[in-house]
T-cell receptor, first 115, second 112 residues
Framework: DARVTQTPRHKVTEMGQEVTMRCQPILGHNTVFWYRQTMMQGLELLAYFRNRAPLDDSGMPKDRFSAEMPDATLATLKIQPSEPRDSAVYFC?????????????FGQGTRLTVV | GQQLNQSPQSMFIQEGEDVSMNCTSSSIFNTWLWYKQDPGEGPVLLIALYKAGELTSNGRLTAQFGITRKDSFLNISASIPSDVGIYFCAGGLIQGAQKLVFGQGTRLTINP
């Protein structure tokens, strides 16, 4: 059963704490996306990787957010220090990039609450 | 950057009715995707469109890739209660990177 797995599903943390979200993409997929979803902004692309290399992280606040892919089976999104405005649902998605293929398959998300 | 205008923002319909929603953009996209999101879950891909003018069906769902490549619509026929959720369109740009830009979503509510 191929699916994108995200952990944790829920995270409540205090302002100023470090938060790390993890994602296991679908085996064989070479593209990984990080999205943030809020009521006000909808789904925003934060960053994405192709073959583990970052291609675009222009949507990510650089001063506090960082995204990495230590290996092909793990992507991480880190926020340090966290702020209340970071409260949102963070989705990881993966896909297999090809000439026409732009499909992205989403995980269940990490609901982050920063108090 | 690119933006998608998705409409309507919300729909309240009776079970059995047909549903139509659409996305428009000032930019050209090479791919249009339609997703459905249930509460507490991630978006699930429903239909993918890759060619201008393409009309694709998936059960009671039908979607079309506009000729101008700047729009797409999704129709749901004979709606049932499990169709409730938020539907998102997404436009894809093949620029060596294949970014997806999402619409704001259409929230569908069905009265039994």
């Amino acid at each position: 059963d191929a699916r994108v797995t995200q952990t944790p599903r829920h995270k409540v943390t205090e302002m100023g704490q470090e938060v790390t979200m993890r994602c296991q993409p679908i085996l064989g997929h070479n593209t990984v996306f990080w999205y943030r979803q809020t009521m006000m902004q909808g789904l925003e692309l934060l960053a994405y990787f192709r073959n583990r290399a970052p291609l675009d992280d222009s949507g990510m606040p650089k001063d506090r957010f960082s995204a990495e892919m230590p290996d092909a089976t793990l992507a991480t999104l880190k926020i340090q220090p966290s702020e209340p405005r970071d409260s949102a649902v963070y989705f990881c998605a993966s896909g297999l990039a090809g000439r026409e293929n732009t499909e992205a398959f989403f995980g269940q998300g990490t609901r982050l609450t920063v108090v | 950057g690119q933006q998608l205008n998705q409409s309507p923002q919300s729909m309240f319909i009776q079970e059995g009715e047909d549903v139509s929603m659409n996305c428009t953009s000032s930019s050209i996209f090479n791919t249009w995707l339609w997703y459905k999101q249930d509460p507490g879950e991630g978006p699930v891909l429903l239909i993918a469109l890759y060619k201008a003018g393409e009309l694709t069906s998936n059960g009671r769902l039908t979607a079309q890739f506009g000729i101008t490549r700047k729009d797409s619509f999704l129709n749901i026929s004979a709606s049932i209660p499990s169709d409730v959720g938020i539907y998102f369109c997404a436009g894809g740009l093949i620029q060596g990177a294949q970014k997806l830009v999402f619409g704001q979503g259409t929230r569908l509510t069905i009265n039994p």
